[in-house]
């Protein structure tokens, strides 16, 4: 009981600390993600331990989308089951920061509430073991999404292990050469470890495609590829999913969060892409008339020409509209032309949202833009090239205020 009791003064307090703050103030990379009709609903989630008690709860979320207000959390000492309740403002996770006190360990939980009935949660610790990568605890659910979520876990799990266990053969091996005194063989094998070190984030990646692989897409699927670097590792693929997912998904709040991850790793890289310096070469798709864009004719006549590929689907480059419509109207003048290549899936839908969101410039449409993107190394959207009179590339997804600076000069 005593253990009880402490446990129940320590969530207590955490309730008091963490739940009393209320919605915080958007942040300015919250304010990227795309905005959705907010709608109170109850939350009620009911966690249940098994194994230990003698827990420490911290509860936050990471990705700043749920919101919660007049939260409270309470614990049934006899039964081991931890009650959170209040509201929130839309569905998401809610973390959790598990500690045990008398493991000195601790994990961290996502648990998913969807709706305002109650979500039940099993955690199940007695399937931690001492090792230098831990396997998550068993979490069983009424979610599905949570169901998706604790596979990915489980993925993540068994690759780690798996790398850990080569790994550990690898250098068994170098132990025995080093023993034999062979310089030459010890200092090959030596090249081998260190590359084999190089290759864990390789085993990010891996359980990022394993699972987009073995589940059908759901806000997991974005989850997957942020939480496992993919959009800094390997943005070809992280893009290419990206693509992929519904649009309900893609325009939720967890894929704008993939991409706005995506245009994170393509800015970083901007002024180190090779096409600065060279000849725009080919721009695929049709304009409104159905007729082959013709660039040369619009480049040529232009001082500078800002090439932006986008889609209708993609909030960021929605978002980007009017600051495009006010840099157009401020230069077009002075010689500024805007291309605009749309990559949805279909030509009515691009036609709609060219109309609906007033995109300036002359409009062009690729279906998916498998090619420009082939041609181009597009890794995110929106993207852009800055383009001079003689057609040679002079920036790459540069900030608009950036590209301004320099449409000053002209």
């Known amino acids: 009981m005593r253990k009880h009791a402490a446990l129940l003064c320590a969530m207590t307090l955490c309730a008091i600390i963490l739940f009393s ?44 989308f749920s919101q919660f207000m007049d939260s409270k959390i309470t614990l049934n000492a006899d039964t081991s089951e931890v009650l959170l309740s209040g509201k929130m403002l839309r569905p998401g996770f809610i973390d959790l920061d598990v500690s045990y006190h008398s493991l000195r360990a601790g994990w961290p939980l996502k648990v998913y509430v969807g709706s305002g009935d109650t979500t039940f949660i099993e955690y199940d610790t007695r399937t931690w073991k001492e090792r ?71 085993t990010f990646g891996v359980v990022a495609r394993l699972y987009a692989a073995s589940r059908p897409p759901s806000i997991i699927t974005p989850i997957a590829m942020i939480e496992n670097y993919v959009p800094r590792n390997d943005p070809e693929f992280a893009f290419s999913v990206y693509k992929g997912l519904p649009d309900s998904i893609r325009q939720s709040p ?3 969060l993939l991409n706005a991850a995506l245009l994170k790793n393509t800015s970083e890289h901007a002024s180190e892409d090779a096409a600065i310096g060279t000849k725009l070469n080919t721009l695929y798709g049709e304009t409104t008339a159905g007729l082959p864009v013709n660039k040369d004719s619009i480049i040529h006549h232009s001082e500078y020409t800002l090439v932006v590929f986008w889609a209708t689907w993609c909030g960021s480059c929605i978002q980007k509209v009017p600051e495009l419509n ?30 609906e969101h007033d995109y300036p410039g002359t409009q062009v449409f690729e279906k998916e833009g498998i090619q420009n993107i082939q041609q181009y190394n ?20 540069t900030p608009l205020d950036s590209i301004k600076m320099k449409l000053e000069e002209m």
Request: proline fraction near 4%; charge should be positive.
């Open 326 to 355: 006010k840099l157009h109207d401020r230069f077009r003048k002075k010689g500024l032309s805007i291309i605009a290549i749309s990559i949805d899936n279909t030509r009515d839908i691009w036609l709609k949202g060219v109309k």
């Open 21 to 64: 703050c209320g919605p915080q103030p958007a942040t300015q990379e919250e304010a990227t993600v795309k905005e959705i009709p907010l709608q109170e609903f109850p939350l009620l989630l009911k966690l249940k331990f098994l194994g230990k008690t003698d827990v420490d709860i911290r509860v936050y979320d990471s990705f700043d």
């Open 254 to 256: 967890y894929g704008e």
């Open 378 to 397: 597009i890794f995110s959207i929106p993207y852009s090239f800055l383009v001079n009179k003689e057609g040679v590339i002079t920036n790459v997804n």
């Open 132 to 202: 230098r990568i831990h396997n998550s605890p068993v979490v069983t659910s009424s979610s599905p999404i949570q169901r998706d979520y604790s596979y990915l876990l489980h993925l993540r799990d068994s690759v780690y292990t798996d790398y850990m266990n080569r790994k550990d053969s690898i250098k068994n091996v170098f132990l025995r050469v080093i023993e034999k005194g062979d310089k030459t063989a010890t200092d090959a094998m030596a090249e081998k470890v260190l590359e084999y070190d190089k290759q864990f984030k390789l």
